[in-house]
């Protein structure tokens, strides 16, 4: 299999990496004791648990924000954001809304990188790009 002609973007991932990220999301978690461990470098055991930093961008609302530019017709964008803000979440405002165009746009490059025997994927590659890119 030949190598992949585009570099990829490394992150170091290093224990004050992760204490800083802790210490930012949840304070009463930082003093704790931090190991990576040996089969990946962006794997991290924490409290016993493993954090995969290889799907870093859960933390970002925009990657959920994404499914509604992918699945949902565009006269529906608004009343999906009406039911975000009222299921107690935080308004979106225009930077998030676009951060989230882009994650859609990011995923139906990827759904179509993919889709050579999968119709599924396919269609919602192929329709996202009309939505986001439309």
Known sequence: ??????????????????RRLLAAQHPD???????????GWDNVMFRGRVIDFGDITSGDPAADLAVAWMLLPAGWHGAFRDA?????RDPIDDALWARARGWAL???LVFLA????NPQLLSIGRGTLRAVLG
């Not at 975000?84 to 107690?88: K, M, N, R, V």
């Not at 993919?114 to 025997?117: F, L, M, P, T």
């Open 1 to 18: 299999m030949a190598g992949n002609p585009m570099p990829a973007a490394e992150l170091a991932v290093t224990a004050d990496l992760v």
């Open 29 to 39: 978690l930082a003093h704790l004791p931090v190991r990576f461990l040996a089969n």
């Open 84 to 88: 975000y803000l009222a299921a107690g």
């Open 106 to 108: 990011n995923l139906a």
């Open 114 to 117: 993919h889709s050579a025997d």
